[in-house]
């Protein structure tokens, strides 16, 4: 157990709203504070829905006074603190009802939205991978959403717990999708498959409470549901023993009621979360901006503020939320070749399946002759709308556009008319770029079966966008951090990630990112060290430096060589030193030296660089020497055949991306000279955990190519690379003349 001292939090101020409880006489003022000019307008209220509070003792005379006047009580909360029912009321009995000696004040029950637009790097962001979830089984956290779909495969079915509420259907019936991606950000399994969540291990308690939505998969409603709603939910979660609640939706406004609401139920020991909205403008959405809860902003990949997050003197911390990716209860697409690969469909697609030959498009930049088959494109050069339109211009029955760079990507095609019109007769889909090349290299040929109909339910994946993702990283983390302090309550806990918050923005609280972004080790650190009152604000930390990069040539007559190092660079600083050995235990420095050996032989040469910052990189290359014999052709200079080319140098090292590795081969290729060769293309195969990866790419300016395998998801791994060619443009490939053909990790 860990037991620490943690500052007391103080939340961002509150906005007063009046005080409208203390006498009926100011009753009438405060009513039109809220509602408007008048309360005999029909707009008073979203579907003239009401938040009524009564008197101490006076419950039951109010709610038959509100049924007198034609009122529907929907949220009956009277049994709590707050002494409260939600009902439809015509806007003049509400005008009316105000007099009744039972009614303490009436306000608005406002609409509340889910905040998520469809379009996970965030677990490292959050620093979840750095902390085990071994003990999270002593934590509850309760989504408050549109449901949760059990069947999903990356989800877990033990230990989780609902609360039925006969206004949305049955809690395990997501037909929104938004509840299922919200709990696979908070506890997607680790499972060797799909996503990964923050609480990964599956000890964490969930228990789900739905408040959007209804029990048809195919068309269930999501649109809205009520601040007094949503109150009553988290009433049920605290009841179900929740010790944090997650609430990815927002809107509406202040009710004094509602505040109350949630300030007994954070008093009572829970920490609600809620989003920060969407709106990308300053204004406040609750129930995230009541006191209570902390209010969750989102970011991107780049520690970037999301233009559509809000920015107020409510929020309180971030969390990544611009393209997350996450579990959801279907599939809009599926590309089948020799297994199932994850793609996401196109927007504007044509919904549809077909099936062909794969080929190979290149950039799929003009029309091609593709009947009838299936046409690998990689992005760049022209719009995703032109490569499908020249893929069904040529023939092609299906499009599969992969990336350019690491990772995936959300496409959309472009056409004028109905928005919801196709944009293209075939199905179009986008790849990451591993896939994509793996495809090009080995599957050429193979039938492919590409399909953009949607399945529900199925166990998918999507990337989404929104504060709706950024709030279950916050919610998952602080369960995750409170399950190794347990013994402490919700305040400490909230002001320890307050206290540990990675600073973003304008250095200290801000209204962008709050305290910043919400670290889990960093948290863990601040409680075990005793949870020491934070000293001024630091100084903004120094952008990371830009290590150099070690190039050089060389060129040799007999036994005396010439070595230039100038090409080496720094892309943010200046190169500082060039410190050169020799390979015969002899040494030099600065950007050009020269070197006579004393004997004829190969000699391993070695330049270190380093900058400005004091990082160094180092490049060592292979030089042959040889002293021409005085019988022999004096216009024989004894260097190499430089028609030929061969490895100089090859090495394997891992990269680690999440939970995800891959092995990345260098090899510098070099003529017959020892010079290093731009521009030729290094074919070559990985083996070990991706066995029988094919990959190419060509030599830059220092004849270095850098090849990458297919990810795996294992934290032991083991990769060889083994060239199998090397191609040039006037050059031949001299195997013979290889240092060395193949190299592991």
């Known amino acids: 157990m860990v037991s620490a001292k943690v500052p007391d ?50 419950a039951g005379q109010g709610k038959a006074a509100v049924q007198a006047f034609g009122g529907e009580i929907k949220v009956d909360l009277t049994d709590r603190n707050v002494n409260v029912v939600a009902a439809t009321l015509p806007a003049q009995a509400a005008a009316s009802l105000q007099n009744n000696p039972n009614v303490v004040q009436i306000e608005k029950d406002s609409r509340v939205h889910l905040m998520a637009d469809e379009v996970p790097y965030g677990i490292r962001m959050v620093q979840a991978d750095q902390v085990l979830d071994g003990l999270a089984g002593n934590r509850t956290i309760c989504v408050i959403d549109s449901g949760y779909y059990t069947g999903h495969n990356d989800l877990q079915t033990e230990n989780v717990t609902a609360t039925p509420d006969s206004g949305s259907g049955d809690p395990f019936i997501d037909p929104c999708g938004h509840g299922t991606h919200v709990a696979g950000t908070i506890a997607a399994l680790a499972n060797g498959s799909g996503v990964l969540g923050v ?23 999501c649109a809205y549901s009520y601040s007094s709603s949503i109150l009553a939910a988290g009433y049920a979660c605290a009841d179900a023993g929740a010790d944090v609640i997650n609430m990815s939706l927002g809107g509406g406004s202040f009710s004094s009621s509602v505040a109350a609401g949630w300030q007994e139920i954070y008093d009572s020991g829970v920490l609600p979360v809620a989003s920060a909205g969407n709106s990308g403008n300053t204004s406040l959405s609750y129930p995230a901006s009541y006191d209570a809860v902390i209010s969750v902003a989102a970011i991107d990949e780049n520690m970037d503020l999301a ?28 590309v089948t070749v020799d297994r199932d690969y994850l793609v996401e469909a196109m927007s504007r697609s044509a919904s549809t399946t077909a099936s062909g030959g794969l080929v190979d498009g290149g950039l799929c930049t003009s029309v ?82 590409v399909s953009t109909v949607q399945t529900v339910p199925a166990s998918g994946y999507a990337f989404y966008n929104g504060t709706s993702m950024s709030a279950p990283h916050v919610a998952a983390v602080a369960a995750l951090v409170w399950s190794y302090a347990p013994e402490l309550t919700a305040p400490e806990i909230r002001a320890a990630l307050a206290a540990s918050a990675m600073d973003l923005g304008t250095p200290g609280r801000n209204n962008e990112f709050g305290y910043g972004l919400v670290q ?35 060129s040799c007559d007999e036994l005396e060589c010439s070595f230039d190092g100038s090409a080496s660079s720094d892309s943010d600083g200046t190169i500082e030193s060039y410190s050169w050995t020799f390979g015969d235990g002899n040494s030099g420095s600065g950007a050009t030296v020269s070197h006579t050996y004393a004997d ?31 019988d022999e052709d004096e216009d024989d200079n004894g260097g190499g055949d430089t028609d ?59 004849g270095v190519a850098i090849l990458e395998s297919d990810r795996v998801r294992q934290n032991s791994i083991s990769f060889t690379f083994c060239v199998d060619s090397i191609s040039a443009s006037g050059l031949d490939y001299d195997a013979d003349g290889n240092s060395a053909t193949c190299a592991s990790n």
Request: with cysteine.
């Open 9 to 58: 939090f103080q939340p961002p101020a509150q906005q007063s709203q009046g005080d409208c409880l203390t006498s009926s006489s100011r009753l009438l003022s405060c009513l039109t504070a809220v509602f408007g000019l008048a309360l005999g307008s029909a707009a008073l209220a979203d579907d003239n829905r009401y938040i009524i509070q009564f008197a101490p003792g006076a």
């Open 199 to 221: 609480l990964p291990s599956g000890n964490i308690n969930l228990h789900i409470v739905k408040t959007f939505g209804n029990d048809n998969w195919s068309g269930g409603s």
């Open 307 to 334: 233009s559509f997050s809000q920015r107020n003197d409510q929020v309180e911390l971030a969390g990544p939320g611009v393209g997350v990716l996450s579990t959801v209860p279907f599939t809009n697409a599926n």
């Open 368 to 449: 091609g002759n593709w009947s009838g088959q299936v046409v690998l494109c990689e992005r760049g050069q022209v719009s995703f709308s032109d490569k499908v339109n020249n893929v069904q211009s040529g023939g092609g029955v299906a499009a599969i556009v992969y990336n350019n760079e690491p990772g995936g990507f959300g496409g959309e095609l472009q056409c004028g008319g109905n928005p919801n019109r196709p944009c293209s007769s075939i199905p179009a889909v986008s790849m990451t770029r591993a896939d994509g090349q793996s495809l090009v290299a080995n599957e050429l040929g193979s039938s492919a079966d």
């Open 520 to 554: 889990a080790k960093a948290a863990l650190d601040f409680l075990e060290l005793g949870g020491t009152e934070p000293g001024p604000d630091p100084e903004p930390e120094p952008e990371p430096n830009e290590p150099p990069v070690a190039a050089f040539s060389f």
């Open 600 to 630: 004829d032989g190969s000699y391993t040469v070695t330049l270190t660089v380093t900058d400005n910052d004091g990082d160094s990189d180092s490049i060592s290359q292979q030089v042959s020497v040889e002293a021409i014999p005085d």
């Open 644 to 702: 030929m080319v061969s490895v100089g140098d090859i090495s394997v090292s891992v990269r680690s991306r999440g939970p995800w590795r891959n092995g990345e081969a260098s090899v510098t290729v070099i003529d017959g000279d020892g010079n290093p060769v731009s521009g030729a293309t290094v074919t070559g195969t990985f083996s070990g955990d991706v066995n029988g990866t094919v990959t190419s790419e060509a030599t830059g300016g220092n």
